[in-house]
């Protein structure tokens, strides 16, 4: 298994839990190319996961902002060219900042890095009111740039009607449920992901 590109149908919809999930269940590396803000997503997965090996970030930006506003603020500008997977020994779990179409620089987008990068693709969805829309319009996305989502994980709790729906019209499959948790030791100590990517 190579691992998975965590991206989701919004911002904070739960990617850096799920991430943190992955990389605890499977034994992964865990990568995250663009951190726009102060808190740092990697230090979310260091607490669920210790013994996770963690790469560095290639742009590391102080303002929570869309990627290419925020390189823009301290005079940067991201390009697609700058990012190769880091060299790692088994799985790797990439998370991807915001959703599939927040621009990294005037020309590209987050799905373009999705694409560049050749992973699985694993979708983060709320459970709620609004995310058959936003699903939905998710894996359209996704299919419009060739990509497939190799599964989806609703967050939150459980919405069965919602489910089907997301299945019925986009198609997929979702593949796990994560509920709500009370905190990161909850996460830590909630049974393993079981679903794994396809090679």
Do not use: C
């Amino acid at each position: 298994m190579r691992g998975a590109f965590v991206t989701g149908t919004d911002t904070d919809v739960g990617k850096s839990w799920v991430s943190a999930w992955a990389v605890k269940s499977w034994g992964a590396a865990y990568w995250k190319p663009v951190q726009s803000g102060a808190v740092h997503d990697a230090d979310l997965v260091r607490q669920v996961a210790p013994e996770a090996k963690i790469h560095p970030s290639r742009y590391a930006l102080p303002d929570p902002l869309s990627p290419d506003q925020a390189a823009k603020r301290i005079g940067l500008s991201i390009e697609l060219s700058d990012f190769t997977l880091p060299r790692h020994d088994g799985p790797l779990v990439v998370e991807g900042a915001g959703g599939l179409m927040v621009p990294l620089n005037d020309r590209a987008l987050m799905i373009d890095l999705i694409k560049q990068i050749d992973l699985p693709v694993l979708l983060v969805a709320r459970s709620g009111l609004g995310t058959i829309n936003h699903t939905l319009l998710s894996l359209a996305a996704l299919r419009r740039h060739g990509l497939q989502a190799a599964g989806i994980v609703m967050v939150g709790a459980p919405h069965p009607e919602n489910r089907a729906a997301i299945e019925h019209f986009g198609q997929a499959e979702v593949v796990a449920e994560l509920p709500p948790l009370a905190d990161l030791a909850a996460l830590a100590a909630h049974p393993p992901l079981a679903w794994r990517p396809n090679p």
